[in-house]
């Protein structure tokens, strides 16, 4: 009979979990009405109240369905709880209540629908208690002691291996560690058909491009595993939100969204100014896929940096690198070999991925830095690319 009236209970059953990303408004709050449970208590109790004062013995029973779960006082002992980039409200009650911070998601979400500050509640690491209520749970992510700040900034345009030695210097965790966990891109988060490819070319998996740069709060506890998930799960989500994968199979016509991130790389290590980016972009798609570049190749230095830092040896300018290094018969990043890289060269930023995603209409195949500003000038024609590297070296960049 109850199930049939909808009574509303709301405590979570704790065998449920990991069902939170689905399901809920974006606002934060949960699904359902206060208006429909107020419905099933009206109509309950007046069964109760047809069945006659008997029927009393069991309302202690039906109450709990009316009554949000909640814990009494501001709880037991200390426990720290992850907040995500990009979690909602209802993320952050599903993250407290597996932590048996607060006794059910509805407890804190109805505290939060009560305080607009509650949308000020910020990612990062919060030292809390077990068994708290709803409200004070609230108040505690609203008091900026309780958290734990461990911030750590990944530029743009880091390859993997700078960011292992990165992240080892800002936490201690060996580099050998970061490298064990990246070998398995798919177990730190990556889906499959991210490194499918539509040039004919093998798939060649690496967490390169996946490391998505920003800032990061680091828990006290973390390992080198958790932390790159973190970093996975945070690409995965502003891609997500971009639209990256489905706009570039949709509009870039043949380029699957793998190439397109190789390409977001090249982007971000080519280009000078932010406006460039997508016009560096547009050069990578010309030379390759537009069969107008001559040899249908990259013949990007950066590439053979990338090889370089690879092997374990020193990057070197364009005017050090000899023919040998720039045609290497070893380098799969050989800047001469038809088609595109086998990976990303690092790990581009949103500003890359969205030049990548969407790059302006032109047929340049030729770009140079013509000045100190980073700007650069592109071009068509290699008789005006050259005239563009003369006014470089005027200007004193080559």
């Not at 890289?341 to 969407?358: C, F, Q, R, S, V």
Request: proline share 5%; with cysteine.
């Amino acid at each position: 009979m109850f199930d049939e009236l909808d009574l509303g209970h709301d405590e979570q059953d704790r065998g449920d979990k990991g069902k939170h990303r689905r399901g809920r408004r974006r606002d934060g709050r949960s699904g359902g009405g206060r208006g429909k449970t107020v419905l099933a208590l009206l109509l309950a109790l007046m069964l109760l109240g047809g069945i006659g004062g008997g029927a009393f013995y069991g309302f202690d029973r039906i109450q709990n369905y009316f009554v949000t779960p909640d814990y009494d006082g501001g709880g037991t002992e200390d426990v720290t709880v992850q907040i995500p980039q990009g979690a909602f409200l209802a993320d952050m009650a599903v993250a407290l209540y597996d932590a048996d911070v607060i006794k059910s998601t509805k407890a804190f979400l109805t505290a939060a629908e009560d305080n607009s500050r509650s949308r000020n509640i910020q990612p990062g690491t919060y030292k809390l208690r077990k068994q708290m209520s709803g409200e004070l749970a609230l108040a505690a992510m609203l008091d900026p002691a309780n958290r734990i700040v461990n911030g750590l900034t990944v530029p743009e345009g880091r390859t993997a291996k700078s960011i292992f030695k990165l992240l080892s210097e800002h936490t201690e965790i060996p580099v050998k560690e970061f490298e064990a966990a990246a070998k398995d891109p798919e177990g730190l988060g990556v889906p499959d058909w991210w490194f499918k490819r539509e040039d004919g070319k093998k798939s060649k998996k690496s967490i390169e491009g996946f490391l998505f740069p920003d800032t990061y709060e680091i828990p006290p506890n973390a390992t080198a595993e958790t932390i790159l998930k973190q970093m996975v799960d945070h690409f995965l989500t502003v891609t997500g939100q971009m639209e990256f994968a489905d706009r570039v199979q949709k509009e870039r016509g043949g380029i699957s969204p793998y190439e397109a991130l190789i390409v977001a790389s090249l982007a971000q290590a080519e280009a000078g100014t932010k406006k460039d980016l997508g016009k560096v972009a547009r050069v990578a798609y010309n030379r390759v896929y537009s069969q107008t570049f001559d040899c249908s190749c990259l013949e990007m230095d950066v590439t053979v940096n990338y090889y370089f830092e690879s092997i374990g040896q020193e990057g070197k300018t364009s005017a050090q690198m000899s023919p040998s290094d720039l045609d290497n018969p070893k380098n799969p990043y050989n800047r001469k070999l038809p088609g595109m890289i086998p990976t990303p060269i690092n790990n581009p930023g949103k500003d890359a991925l969205e030049g990548a995603m969407d790059p302006p209409a032109g047929n340049w195949l030729f770009f140079v830095a013509i000045d100190k500003e980073g700007n650069s000038a592109f071009t068509k024609e290699y008789s005006q690319h050259l005239k563009n590297i003369e006014k470089a070296k005027e200007n004193g960049v080559l």
